[in-house]
């Protein structure tokens, strides 16, 4: 016996006695050579590329049926997700791991129907599949269609966020797609109850099971054989933070959407004023510091008279301040506030992710342009104004994938923008910018029908 069939055959031997499927973790002896890890990756994507052909027909109300029984199933299986998911958590608290991250991997009832509420969104949206980008009959005769097709096998590597696997999983689904995940060792006992459960939704509707898969088992070693399988995965999308993502954008040989990095800015303008400006802040910052949408710099008009309060109202709230000089001067002398400290060059290239936030003095919005041009990662950009010259100068001079005039960035969300849930935000200009949805799930086909036309 091969070192390959050896690890498959410990593999059924543990789904026989009730261990998890080869679509989630299972215990092995010994690692596979590389040689051997590489085969079964690619078998694997093989499944995934015969399973994208059968899904690619599937009808939308076949595909929102499916949809709308992955929703009930996981509220009926609550139970064994939030038991995997309390191993997963109480694993990552006695490594250390941060609140915020904790945070990040935590499902609770409220989230899974949450989850569950997304996907029955997602079943109300119209299919993109087969929707005529452009059609028109050319003047010798011929019909030309240009229509939206599934990509094929989508790749996803991802952080400690469970929801992701349910939110991709649910998308690749709708546009006809089959999906291979990576959801990191961190979420792994809570992904494989999420991937068993879309799975046997999947076989009770006579699909195919292998439209979504996992690399989960094979660790970081399998992940790299993922990244490098082009021609079985048509495209991958890193979700996570700049390690991840800068990791798979040097190291992947398929296509890579890259996903959103968010250093964040909002400028307080000069006309702004304090109490919707606080309302928008405190929501920015501390709704959920964990995520990609919340903000990480605050920039100040220098003439603003609402500053000073809303730099107390975020120290009350509990938000640590980084500030420049001419920011600390604003700050006012408060009891039980948390203390400012001072700015380095550092902060403002920060993705924090937790209550911190960098604040920097501008004296008009082309400084705050400058400064974002130099430090953003092309997430998502806002301004509180109530200025309609302001507001135009800062919507036509940001160049990120989002830009928001007097509202929070924590709307930048594919589920909060109607998408019904998001692969990732794309920081990129290709063919998917911003909250990717349905539509960035597919590529398009052209198809011409004639009458026996031929070219002079």
Same mark, same amino acid.
């Given at each position: 016996?091969?070192?390959?069939?050896?690890?498959?055959?410990?593999?059924?031997?543990?789904?026989?006695?009730?261990?998890?499927?080869?679509?989630?973790?299972?215990?092995?002896?010994?690692?596979?050579?590389?040689?051997?890890?590489?085969?079964?990756?690619?078998? *694997?994507?093989?499944?995934?590329?015969?399973?994208?052909?059968?899904?690619?027909?599937?009808?939308?109300?076949?595909?929102?049926?499916?949809?709308?029984?992955?929703?009930?199933?996981?509220?009926?299986?609550?139970?064994?997700?939030?038991?995997?998911?309390?191993?997963?958590?109480?694993?990552?608290?006695?490594?250390?791991?941060?609140?915020?991250?904790?945070?990040?991997?935590?499902?609770?009832?409220?989230?899974?129907?949450?989850?569950?509420?997304?996907?029955?969104?997602?079943?109300? *949206?119209?299919?993109?599949?087969?929707?005529?980008?452009?059609?028109?009959?050319?003047?010798?005769?011929?019909?030309?269609?240009?229509?939206?097709?599934?990509?094929?096998?989508?790749?996803?590597?991802?952080?400690?966020?469970?929801?992701?696997?349910?939110?991709?999983?649910?998308?690749?689904?709708?546009?006809?797609?089959?999906?291979? *995940?990576?959801?990191?060792?961190?979420?792994?006992?809570?992904?494989?109850?999420?991937?068993?459960?879309?799975?046997?939704?999947?076989?009770?509707?006579?699909?195919?099971?292998?439209?979504?898969?996992?690399?989960?088992?094979?660790?970081?070693?399998?992940?790299?054989?993922?990244?490098?399988?082009?021609?079985?995965?048509?495209?991958?999308?890193?979700?996570?933070?700049?390690?991840?993502?800068?990791?798979?954008?040097?190291?992947?040989?398929?296509?890579?959407?890259?996903?959103?990095?968010?250093?964040?800015?909002?400028?307080?303008?000069?006309?702004?004023?304090?109490?919707?400006?606080?309302?928008?802040?405190?929501?920015?910052?501390?709704?959920?510091?964990?995520?990609?949408?919340?903000?990480?710099?605050?920039?100040?008009?220098?003439?603003?008279?609402?500053?000073?309060?809303?730099?107390?109202?975020?120290?009350?709230?509990?938000?640590?301040?980084?500030?420049?000089?001419?920011?600390?001067?604003?700050?006012?002398?408060?009891?039980?506030?948390?203390?400012?400290?001072?700015?380095?060059?550092?902060?403002?290239?920060?993705?924090?992710?937790?209550?911190?936030?960098?604040?920097?003095?501008?004296?008009?919005?082309?400084?705050?342009?400058?400064?974002?041009?130099?430090?953003?990662?092309?997430?998502?950009?806002?301004?509180?104004?109530?200025?309609?010259?302001?507001?135009?100068?800062?919507?036509?001079?940001?160049?990120?994938?989002?830009?928001?005039?007097?509202?929070?960035?924590?709307?930048?969300?594919?589920?909060?923008?109607?998408?019904g849930a998001e692969v990732g935000i794309s920081t990129q200009k290709m063919h998917a910018r911003g909250p990717m949805g349905l539509a960035e799930l597919t590529t398009t086909q052209w198809i011409v029908q004639g009458e026996g036309q031929v070219r002079s």
């Open positions: 016996m091969t070192e390959l069939q050896d690890v498959r055959a410990t593999r059924n031997h543990d789904a026989a006695e009730g261990a998890p499927s080869p679509s989630g973790p299972a215990p092995r002896d010994a690692a596979p050579s590389p040689e051997a890890l590489t085969a079964a990756v690619h078998a *694997l994507a093989d499944r995934s590329r015969e399973a994208s052909r059968i899904l690619a027909r599937a009808t939308r109300a076949r595909k929102d049926r499916l949809l709308l029984a992955v929703a009930e199933a996981l509220v009926a299986r609550r139970d064994v997700v939030l038991a995997a998911n309390r191993t997963d958590v109480d694993r990552g608290r006695a490594a250390g791991s941060s609140e915020y991250l904790l945070d990040r991997l935590t499902l609770d009832a409220g989230r899974i129907d949450g989850l569950a509420a997304a996907l029955t969104q997602l079943a109300a *949206l119209p299919d993109p599949v087969g929707t005529a980008v452009r059609a028109e009959t050319l003047p010798n005769g011929l019909r030309m269609r240009q229509v939206r097709v599934p990509l094929g096998v989508v790749a996803a590597i991802y952080e400690a966020r469970p929801n992701v696997t349910v939110d991709i999983a649910g998308l690749a689904l709708k546009s006809g797609n089959a999906v291979i *995940l990576r959801g990191g060792s961190a979420a792994q006992a809570t992904n494989a109850a999420l991937v068993g459960i879309v799975r046997d939704t999947l076989e009770d509707h006579g699909l195919p099971a292998d439209a979504v898969l996992t690399v989960d088992e094979y660790g970081r070693a399998g992940a790299q054989v993922l990244m490098e399988a082009r021609g079985r995965v048509d495209v991958l999308i890193p979700r996570g933070g700049r390690e991840l993502i800068q990791s798979v954008v040097r190291n992947a040989r398929v296509p890579v959407i890259e996903t959103g990095e968010g250093n964040v800015h909002i400028l307080l303008d000069e006309s702004a004023e304090e109490s919707m400006a606080i309302r928008i802040l405190l929501n920015a910052k501390t709704q959920r510091p964990s995520v990609c949408n919340t903000v990480e710099t605050l920039l100040v008009h220098s003439a603003s008279a609402a500053a000073p309060g809303v730099l107390a109202a975020l120290r009350r709230a509990g938000v640590t301040l980084h500030v420049d000089e001419r920011s600390a001067a604003l700050l006012r002398e408060e009891d039980g506030v948390v203390p400012a400290v001072p700015a380095t060059e550092d902060d403002w290239g920060r993705e924090y992710m937790q209550l911190d936030l960098a604040v920097r003095t501008v004296d008009s919005v082309g400084e705050a342009l400058r400064h974002i041009r130099r430090w953003s990662t092309g997430h998502s950009e806002a301004i509180i104004t109530d200025s309609l010259a302001s507001s135009e100068e800062f919507v036509a001079g940001v160049d990120s994938a989002a830009v928001l005039v007097n509202a929070s960035t924590r709307f930048v969300d594919g589920g909060e923008l109607g998408l």
